[in-house]
């Protein structure tokens, strides 16, 4: 099964620091995501990605979080100053369109710890 | 966003027990539903999509009743490998709205 790959596993940094968190959907995927989970809670929505634009945002994507597709392979997630709560595993999908039962496919996450 | 709520568990069954769980939804804007499983510090993984007319694959069996907001998935004959988180979760195009999850570990 194809799969999106989420670079790095682990990223420890200071608080304040900016961070890129990158992905790699996979190849015919249009619609890009990331999602978060701090430790213990559940999996929350940060932002949906098409055609090079955000279609939708949670309240949580705040204008620290920005995100790009550079380079028409990788779809990354920035937090341009980081936050103790910003700790959390973020996990980046994809899927082909999105319809009401579209599979999204998840990477394997990046855990963001600030110190 | 409405919420999805999950009883967290923990639910711990021997093996070759039939198990079930409960999850509500609030946002009657809801388009689809599904059950998505979790082994601890993993990504989640669809288990199986719930439709109205119920489901089963396998061992697994999923119930939506869109009327009372509710979802459920039955597990029979557990196995050692099913311990894990299951979510809950629904679809609000574009996003997946998750439950906080029920663990539940099968002993031998």
């Known amino acids: 099964e194809p799969e999106v790959t989420q670079t790095p596993s682990h990223q420890v940094t200071q608080m304040g620091q900016e961070v890129i968190l990158r992905c790699v959907p996979i190849?015919?995927?249009?619609?890009f995501y990331w999602y978060r989970q701090i430790l213990g809670q559940k999996v929350e929505f940060l932002v949906s990605f098409y055609n090079n634009e955000i279609s939708e945002k949670s309240e949580i994507f705040d204008d620290q979080f920005s995100v790009e597709r550079p380079d028409g392979s990788n779809f990354t997630l920035k937090i341009r100053s980081t936050k103790l709560e910003d700790s959390a595993m973020y996990f980046c999908?994809?899927?082909?369109?999105?319809?009401?039962?579209?599979?999204?496919?998840f990477g394997s996450g990046t855990q963001l710890s600030v110190l | 966003r409405k919420e999805v709520e999950q009883d967290p568990g923990p639910f711990n069954v021997p093996e070759g027990a039939t198990v079930a769980f409960n999850c509500t939804y609030s946002?009657?804007?809801?388009?689809?539903f599904f059950w998505y499983r979790q082994d601890c510090r993993k990504e989640p993984k669809l288990l199986m999509s719930v439709y109205s007319s119920g489901n089963e694959d396998g061992r697994f069996t999923a119930q939506l009743n869109r009327a009372s907001q509710y979802i459920s998935l039955l597990i029979r004959d557990s196995k050692l490998s099913d311990s894990a988180t299951y979510l809950c979760?629904?679809?609000?195009?574009?996003?997946?709205?998750f439950g906080k999850g029920t663990t539940l570990s099968v002993s031998s």
């Open positions: 999908a994809s899927s082909r369109k999105v319809a009401t039962n579209e599979k999204l496919f």
């Open positions: 190849s015919n995927h249009l619609y």
């Open positions: 979760v629904v679809n609000v195009v574009p996003a997946l709205i």
């Open positions: 946002n009657s804007a809801s388009q689809s």
